[in-house]
């Protein structure tokens, strides 16, 4: 099959690589492009673990074929925080306990940052929708909510109000 130019910005940057058209998207970001922060978890989008943000919406990387995200703004782990730093997110995770195994956390916190980009005082149901998607064997989802509910409050400027 002949590959096509996948354009793209992927996190903040521009993407230009031939590939072929019956990839998916999680193996342009994990192989092509050397992202190891995206998981495959099941490759068959019950889990989560390859969550990425396309356009500002959580997805199912292994679900999505590259043609399909050719020209969209994706945001992967790695594009979430500043250089050198933490997303306070990220920083609300670590704090409240909510990383354990890890393997999950990515797809979390992206599913995460799509909820608190649009709203900073979700309520623990529209936290659960928002995470309901990705799956964790690890945590019990008690400390992700508690995560997502200090990260909204850091990101609303309250602090470490929960």
Known sequence: ?????FTATINGRPVDLPVNPHRRLL???RDDLGLTGTKEGCGEGECGACTVLLNGRPVNACLVLAPEAAGCE????????????LHPIQEAFLEAGAVQCGYCTPGMILAAKALLDKDLSPTDQAIKTAVSGNLCRCTGYIKIIEAVRLAAAKLSGEGDAV
């Open 1 to 5: 099959m002949k590959p096509f130019r």
């Open 27 to 29: 193996d342009v970001i």
């Open 74 to 85: 994706i945001t992967t782990i790695e594009g979430v925080a500043p250089e050198g730093g």
